[in-house]
């Protein structure tokens, strides 16, 4: 049995063959987006179990054609297939806090499990809701919509709160309706394929894991680039930042599985609890270890503040943002873990940049740094940055690579969307990649007073402007250079790099 069909038939044996998947907040764009394109892409490779009904929820009031033209609007596929998958669908209109609607939505429902095979129901709710209707949301399904019989599941999407105390608010309320084991919170970066390959590359390759410590490495830069801005959306974005968008769960997530010790098994609370150790040992950030800043406009694009949807024109809200976190234990410390990440940007850039100590006693004057480079998006690409005798009668060293770039050397390469493959844990049951309430709880300890002094514009938070489509603040590069980084890159050009005589 190939390892895809061992998980067709782990979607099988954990629901019974039947489920039903409610997607609430079914009219809005993530919904369109992700949600749908996602189930449709399970669909058609054969994951979805063989009774499966998708029933669509939302306030809006629309017909069951608007609503299948509505939410296949992103899917691609032959049409017989995507005319098998609409026949899935379904939908129910109704109010959020009301608990005549969510009966409504039981009924639905149970109609479509009166054949369920053993009398067993299995129920999957995926919440593409904004933060504010969560709790209404979780209570009217814990009253009217939970099943006895069978299992329940609820997908929440981040963002989880905004500091240590509403976070732990939002997760007592949700405890309350649906257990540890039913939650599954959504950090999509979990389930991108790089991200979930940091575990292999570590403990998998025996030099990697002999090396992985203070002792080799200097310093680990996480780096996440956008190219463009709020577009209209400042409003929303105004409320978090890019700290609280992007930092304090996608990237902080990625730097657990960096810097955690090798858990006992793959088991998910195993890694759950290797990840928790670590976040435990990071400190509050300093906001000497900050570097904030905002966009400015340009002749094509506003600047932050003239977002017609920001209220607050003197808002400190950083659009960009690199922090130094420090992990106190005897694997790391002493090295610093940056983390970056920013709007507006030059480019569209997700990648994992490990950089180790010079050699020791240096026998060739131009060696630079070895780096791991782990390229999460675009074009996924694991790469060794190493030095090389230049080719040729030269004894001149040059820095060169050794080169996985996933669509170079893998033929037939399909990889799925983060959402495809988490929604898939969901249906297996498995938790590995999602994050457990004592994570968020570890991770809102590290930001929420450097946040705090953000939110409260405290007379040491200053805000550095950057021009649209630059690499962010000018001091971007003494900041990362004070914690280590040497950014030299000399004779060393990519792709290719010429190595003919010159005069």
Not at 113 to 141: D, N, T
Not at 281 to 304: F, M, N, R, T, W
Not at 342 to 356: D, M, S, T, W
Request: charged fraction near 25%.
């Amino acid at each position: 049995m190939t390892p895809v069909e061992e998980m067709r038939q782990q979607v099988m044996e954990e629901l019974d063959g039947s489920v039903a998947i409610v997607v609430l907040g079914a009219s809005g764009d993530l919904a369109k987006k992700k949600t749908f394109p996602a189930l449709f892409n399970l669909y058609k490779n054969g994951f979805l179990p063989e009774t499966t009904r998708i029933i669509g929820y939302a306030r809006t009031k629309m017909d069951h054609e608007k609503f299948v033209s509505r939410v296949t609007a992103k899917i691609s596929g032959n049409k017989e297939t995507v005319d098998e998958f609409k026949r899935l669908l379904v939908y129910q209109s109704g109010l959020y806090d009301e608990d005549k609607s969510f009966q409504d939505l039981n009924e639905v429902i149970c109609e479509f499990e009166s054949g369920a095979a053993g009398g067993k129901r299995h129920r999957v709710f995926y919440m593409a809701l904004p933060p504010s209707v969560f709790i209404p949301v979780a209570k009217g399904l814990k009253k009217n919509v939970y099943v006895e019989n069978g299992t329940n599941r609820i997908v929440v999407e981040k963002p989880f709160g905004k500091d240590s105390k509403s976070s732990a608010a939002l997760v007592d309320e949700l405890r309350s309706c649906f257990t540890e084991k039913e939650t599954f919170r959504i950090d999509h970066y979990l389930g991108k394929e790089m991200v979930k390959n940091v575990m292999m590359i570590r403990f998998a390759n025996i030099f990697f894991s002999q090396i992985w410590n203070r002792n080799n490495i200097d310093n680990v830069q996480i780096t996440f680039k956008e190219p463009f801005g709020t577009d209209g959306r400042g409003g929303y974005f105004d409320e978090y930042g890019i700290i609280r968008d992007v930092i304090q769960n996608h990237l902080l997530q990625v730097l657990s599985l960096i810097a955690m010790e090798r858990p006992i098994s793959t088991d998910a609370e195993a890694i759950h609890d290797e990840k928790v150790k670590v976040l435990k040992c990071i400190p509050p950030i300093s906001v000497d270890d900050a570097l904030l800043g905002q966009y400015l406009g340009d002749d094509e694009h506003p600047s932050y503040l003239e977002d017609d949807t920001i209220e607050d024109k003197g808002s400190l809200t950083p659009t960009f943002a690199a922090v130094a976190l420090w992990i106190q234990n005897e694997r790391w410390e002493g090295v610093p873990f940056i983390l970056k990440a920013g709007k507006a940007l030059n480019e569209a850039k997700v990648e994992v940049r490990i950089q180790f100590r010079n050699v020791a006693g240096l026998l060739y004057n131009n060696a630079n740094r070895n780096e791991l480079v782990m390229r999460v998006q675009p074009d996924e690409a694991v790469y060794i940055k190493f030095n090389n005798k230049q080719p040729g009668l030269s004894y001149q060293t040059i820095q060169t690579e050794l080169d996985l770039t996933y669509h170079s050397r893998y033929s037939n390469l399909s990889i799925p969307d983060a959402y495809e493959s988490l929604i898939l844990d969901v249906l297996r049951n498995d938790h590995s990649n999602f994050v457990r309430a004592d994570e968020l709880e570890a991770a809102w300890k590290i930001f929420t007073p450097l946040l705090h002094k953000i939110d409260e514009k405290d007379k040491d938070v200053h805000i550095d402007s950057y021009e649209f489509g630059s690499r962010g603040p000018v001091g971007l590069d003494d900041f990362v250079k004070k914690y280590g980084y040497d950014r030299s890159n000399k004779n060393y050009s990519w792709p290719i790099q010429s190595v003919a005589h010159t005069k």
